[in-house]
């Protein structure tokens, strides 16, 4: 079966970096448009980031444009997020997620496949 697993998280200062990774497993790694989404507590879950199968094409929201970069490595079955100067606001359970398709991901929520998440708290 399909497996994604999320490591990385942690306490990091406002400013500070953090970089996430996503192990994929059980799918054809390249076939899936791969992304990260997020929770913080009490509010409905965020678009973060999504890249392309091939790892040419790459989407933000301006939350985190400029701030946050995506990665993969095909050959690992590997996602990575690069997280720059992170503010409180980015506090949150972070989502490794897999899909067939690169459209909308701002937009629905109904992924193929999900992680269960790791958690990033950011102290003022």
């Known amino acids: 079966q399909v497996q994604l697993v999320e490591s990385g998280g942690g306490l990091v200062q406002a400013g500070g970096s953090l970089r996430l990774s996503c192990a994929a497993s059980?799918?054809?790694?390249?076939?899936?448009?791969m992304g990260w989404f997020r929770q913080a507590p009490g509010k409905e879950r965020e678009f973060v980031a999504v890249i392309s199968g091939s790892g040419g094409i790459s989407f933000y929201p301006d939350s985190v444009k400029g701030r946050f970069t995506i990665s993969r490595d095909n050959a690992k079955n590997t996602v990575a997020l690069q997280m720059n100067d992170l503010k409180p606001e980015d506090t949150a359970v972070y989502y490794c997620a897999a899909d067939r398709y690169l459209v909308n991901w701002s937009k629905r929520a109904n992924m193929d496949y999900w992680g269960k998440g790791t958690l990033v708290t950011v102290s003022s």
């Open positions: 059980g799918l054809t790694f390249s076939s899936f448009a």
